[in-house]
């Protein structure tokens, strides 16, 4: 399981090139302080033949001075190399080591596990395919494991293996192991992770590392040697979006321009149209020249030099993409901010902000929210201090090219620079959602041009109703989710289409899919999407239909506007007055536990308040009516008001 083949001793040059087309695997270990993480990259090396004789001495005579082993070998000096490290017998800076095997090569960063070096273990964690979150058999899922877990879902890696190490403390018992990968599993659920996976080792015996265990027959599944070697990592890499951050431009005489950088994402080919941003300016792919030559095709992540066929205008910090995939280009956006500085965060400070290959200064506006690692509850908080973790809202002096973290890591993250002196204070991980700030309240919007007019239909209302038997009007459905609300409306539908009536639903849930997908669940935006709903309904009414609008629409302020919009005297509010117990039993996908553990922000009626409407036309209890019941008197109620006859 060495690095060494048999191809050495027969043909170098092929062994060479069969190393250089290997697949490379970036890991980290990562965990509380003392789970083993040292000794279990020391172990691996170790029963995997791949420390040098000279290096193994020296070890087995460190041990005896700084081991921790009772004088025994001790594989944790191996990566601890710091004085520092091996006197206090802990993990302080990041500790990269290389191997290969037959398959693949590796890079390991063995990170610290000291909350106070959670900073070093976001840097480690950054370009990692895969993490091993390791968790002492003897004390469980810990806080440090939780914050470790969060960063590693933050940064977007999408394998984890958790190591449940020292079994042999616990006397290898199944029932730790798996009383461990049950809470952990119940933690993970909030987490983006979405492949897991368990492996319980003894990093100081060797069980498991490379050789299966005797000491553990009931665990039937590969060893940790045999997981790194195998674990698919081919679909992480983003192939769609061609994502080109130009590094330099090279000029070395007057005929030949060429644009060098690594590619960040995609696939590009000679001949292909790509489009530089932000100019715009559009061309084509003469070459893609690399050091061993041209190529026909590259692809990420290789560094390479493209020459176009026309003569436009590039620079360092400019971005090539395809016309038809673009990036977004803005100033303003929101960021998950990990901090790395013993000096809080200031809003409104200017600082450096760098951008794959591009610097420009800007300002954290504001803190949205800061996540608390142990319960990822979001909380109000003034600022961010060393190693927190927050939701901020940045603003740049000109803008850059990105997109979402979770789509592209090479294009949606930054780091913030100290602009006094010059030392990295934080990494931020780009979220592409429209912030709630940047909405504007359109309920009293002018036109936005005096030339528009009011267009009067050539039917008039009367003949409307006439036709239609039955007077336009809007019914608001409106409860917290699981009420009944979308049920209601199209059975009302349903009952009106049979009597020959003409009706519409607007179901809030439908409009987020479509008119109002760009809108979140933030205060403003709530409030822009019944606006979009109102003004819809109002268009159905004035076509002589009945609109029967399902919203949650939980402020009391917006649907009084939204009343005025539609015209007070053709409004209707029914309230399903069904109470948060039955509705979260009701509730598809279970919202509310989603609400109450911070995955979904916002929710009405766990983080966000619903108003009771004051004074509703008509209030259903649905926990004890049925749907037919409550269809009855909502035609009574429309009978009664001169909607239907």
């Known amino acids: 399981m060495s690095h060494r083949s048999d191809l050495i001793a027969t043909d170098i040059d092929a062994y060479l090139a069969q190393h250089e087309r290997k697949q490379l695997l970036r890991f980290l270990t990562c965990g509380s302080v003392d789970d083993g993480k040292s000794t279990m990259i020391g172990r691996l090396f170790f029963d995997a033949k791949l420390i040098y004789e000279d290096t193994l001495r020296t070890l087995e005579r460190d041990s005896v001075v700084h081991g921790t082993t009772g004088g025994g070998f001790d594989p944790a000096l191996f990566t601890d190399g710091l004085k520092a490290e091996r006197e206090q017998g802990i993990t302080i800076d990041v500790a990269y080591r290389y191997f290969s095997t037959a398959n693949r090569k590796f890079i390991i960063a063995d990170t610290p596990g000291h909350e106070q070096y959670t900073r070093n273990m976001a840097t480690g964690a950054s370009t990692c395919d895969l993490a091993v979150i390791l ?4 004390n469980g899922v810990v806080t440090q494991t939780k ?20 079994m042999d403390l616990v006397g290898f018992r199944r029932e730790v192991f798996e009383q461990i990968r049950d809470d952990y599993i119940r933690f993970a659920a909030r987490l983006d992770i979405p492949d897991l996976h368990f492996l319980p080792i ?16 009931w665990y039937q599944g590969s060893t940790l040697m045999h997981f790194l070697d195998n674990v698919y990592i081919g679909s992480d ?29 995609g696939i590009i080919r000679s001949g292909d149209e790509i489009m530089v941003l932000p100019s ?19 692809f990420v992540p290789q560094a390479v030099t493209l020459t176009l066929m026309d003569e436009i205008d590039v620079s360092r910090g400019d971005m090539i993409v395809r016309p038809g995939n673009l990036p977004k280009l803005e100033q303003r956006f929101d960021a998950m901010v990990v901090w790395m500085s013993d000096q809080p965060m200031i809003p409104g400070k200017q600082y450096l902000f760098k951008h794959t290959t591009k610097q420009v200064s800007g300002t954290i506006d504001t803190l949205r929210y800061q996540v608390d690692v142990n319960t990822l509850h979001r909380r109000d908080a003034p600022t961010l201090e060393l190693n927190e973790i927050g939701r901020c809202a940045i603003t740049l002096a000109e803008p850059i090219t990105f997109d979402d973290y979770r789509r592209n890591r090479s294009t949606g993250c930054l780091i913030m620079i100290d602009r006094m002196t010059n030392v990295t ?20 919007d002018l036109p936005a041009s005096t030339m528009l007019h009011t267009q009067t239909s050539r039917v008039s209302a009367e003949e409307r109703k006439a036709r239609f038997g039955q ?20 059975a009302v539908e349903r009952r009106l289409f049979d009597m020959g009536r003409v009706s519409a639903v607007v179901d809030g849930e439908n409009l987020r899919l479509g008119i109002s997908k760009d809108l979140s669940f933030s205060a403003e ?117 001169g909607i239907v006859r």
């Open 135 to 138: 968790v002492d058999a003897r």
């Open 147 to 166: 914050r470790h877990s969060f960063i590693v879902s933050l940064l977007g890696i999408r394998h984890v293996l958790v190591a449940v190490n020292k």
């Open 202 to 217: 003894s990093a100081l015996q060797g069980d498991n590392i490379v050789d299966p265990s005797l000491n553990m027959p």
């Open 237 to 265: 890499r983003n192939l769609e979006d061609f994502r080109f951050p130009v590094q330099l431009v090279n000029r070395p005489h007057l005929d030949y321009r060429g644009f060098c950088g690594t590619i960040a994402s």
């Open 280 to 298: 715009r300016k559009t061309s084509r792919v003469k070459s893609i020249v690399t050091f061993d030559g041209p190529l026909q095709e590259a």
């Open 425 to 444: 204070v934080g990494a931020g991980m780009i979220m592409a959602r429209v912030t709630a700030d940047r909405r504007h309240d359109h309920w009293d």
């Open 471 to 490: 007077r336009p009007a809007t019914i608001l459905l409106t409860g917290l989710t699981g009420a009944g609300k979308t049920t209601l409306a199209y």
């Open 525 to 641: 935006d709530r409030s822009e999407h019944v606006r979009r709903g109102a003004e819809f309904a109002k268009l159905l009414n004035d076509a002589g239909m009945i609109c029967l609008v399902a919203f949650v629409a939980p402020s009391e302020e917006v649907r009084q506007r939204a009343a005025e919009v539609v015209g007070r005297d053709r409004f209707l509010v029914v309230h399903l007055s069904a109470p948060i117990e039955v509705c979260r039993e009701r509730a598809e996908g279970d919202p509310y536990a989603k609400a109450e553990a911070g995955e979904l922000p916002n929710y009405a009626g766990v983080s966000f308040p619903y108003d009771v409407p004051q004074h509703p036309d008509l209030t259903l209890p649905t926990h004890e009516s049925s749907v037919e019941d409550c269809v009855d008197r909502i035609m009574a109620l429309m009978k009664s008001k």
